[in-house]
């Protein structure tokens, strides 16, 4: 499994992975029940900008994480403002993105083996009826991994596109995409099958 980690000393790195999902889960909450008006763009940007800074990440990772995701605020933002208002438009899609650069900072600062532990460990009780912990938290946390890998994956396929002097278009930018995204899919696959997952 493709890992996101990135070392360090911050305050997130430093919690345990049970409280810091429940805690990051709390705040993607919080910033997705936000109303659709224009200071929601604001409280949504304070969020995203004080967790990376307690994080340890910093504003530079925050600024990386945001164009990773610059294609989800592109086409977010377009549909948005074709079926709403400017106001709707703006406040749906900073709550958008900050859910999403909110969610990847679990997967920055913390292992995978300690996010499935924790996540198999909460869904113990699951057991009873008849759910099977160790599968729900392997799907978590593939799900929580590939979010941002996608984001990565999409980076790549324009700085490709603009080495070869292609022009931005979302047309232009859909198939390789979804070529390189199916990819990996395949390649997960592969690798949970070879470890016994079915």
């Not at 980690?5 to 805690?23: E, F, I, N, V």
């Not at 969610?103 to 300690?114: F, N, P, Q, W, Y």
Request: net charge positive; glycine share 8%.
């Amino acid at each position: 499994m493709v890992t996101l980690y990135r070392p360090g000393d911050g305050l997130l790195h430093r919690m345990p992975a049970g409280p810091k999902t429940l805690l990051l889960l709390a705040l993607v909450l919080a910033v997705s029940v936000l109303p659709s008006l224009w200071w929601t763009a604001a409280a949504a940007a304070a969020v995203c900008v004080v967790a990376y800074l307690v994080s340890g990440l910093g504003i530079a990772e925050l600024g990386r994480q945001v164009v990773a995701v610059r294609w989800v605020v592109v086409v977010t933002l377009a549909g948005q403002l074709i079926f709403l208002g400017t106001e709707a438009a703006v406040a749906n899609t900073a709550r958008v993105t900050g859910a999403v650069v909110l969610a990847a900072l679990l997967v920055l600062t913390t292992r995978v083996t300690a996010l499935l532990d924790a996540i198999e460990r909460g869904m113990g009780p699951l057991a009873r009826i008849r759910i099977d912990p160790q599968r729900v938290a392997l799907l978590l946390t593939v799900t929580l991994s590939t979010l941002p890998v996608l984001a990565r994956l999409a980076h790549d396929v324009r700085e490709a596109q603009r080495a070869r002097g292609g022009r931005a278009s979302l047309r232009l930018f859909a198939v390789p995409f979804l070529v390189v995204a199916l990819k990996h899919a395949d390649q997960l696959g592969d690798a949970l099958t070879a470890r016994g997952v079915r």
